[in-house]
C-alpha cells in the first residue's frame, strides 16, 4: 500500500504560517453543537498542510490560521474555521524520534 506524503515549507517566524493548496474544497458546518467538515480528497489533503504547517517544532504556540468561506479550501457554504497550535505548547519543543527495535 501507497503512503500518503504531504509537505510544507518549513515555520518562518517574518512570514507566517503557509501551506500550498490544490484547491479543493471543505465545508465546516455546526449541527446540534457538533462541528462537521466534509472535504473532497484535494480539500482534506489542503485542510490537513495547515495542520502539518502549524506542528511545526519551530511555529510559536497561538500560531494560527483563519480560513474564511469562499477562500480555498473553503466553499462558499462553509462556516470560517481557525486552526491555531494550543497557547500551552512550550516554546521549545523537542521533536519525536521512533526508536529502532
Avoid: K
Avoid at 20 to 31: A, D, F, I, L, S
Avoid at 32 to 52: N, Q, S, Y
Avoid at 68 to 93: K, M, N, W
Amino acid at each position: 500500500m501507497a503512503d500518503n506524503v504531504l509537505s510544507v515549507p518549513a515555520y518562518d517566524e517574518r512570514i507566517g504560517v503557509v501551506a500550498p493548496t490544490e484547491g479543493g474544497n471543505v465545508t465546516v458546518e455546526v449541527r446540534d453543537g457538533a462541528v462537521e467538515i466534509f472535504g473532497d480528497p484535494a480539500g482534506l489533503r489542503d485542510l490537513a498542510r495547515w495542520c502539518l504547517a502549524l506542528s511545526d517544532e519551530n511555529a510559536h504556540p497561538g500560531a494560527h490560521v483563519h480560513l474564511d468561506p469562499g477562500v480555498i479550501p473553503l466553499t462558499t457554504e462553509s462556516a470560517p474555521l481557525t486552526l491555531a497550535l494550543h497557547q500551552s505548547v512550550p516554546a521549545a519543543r523537542q521533536p519525536r524520534h521512533a526508536s529502532g527495535g
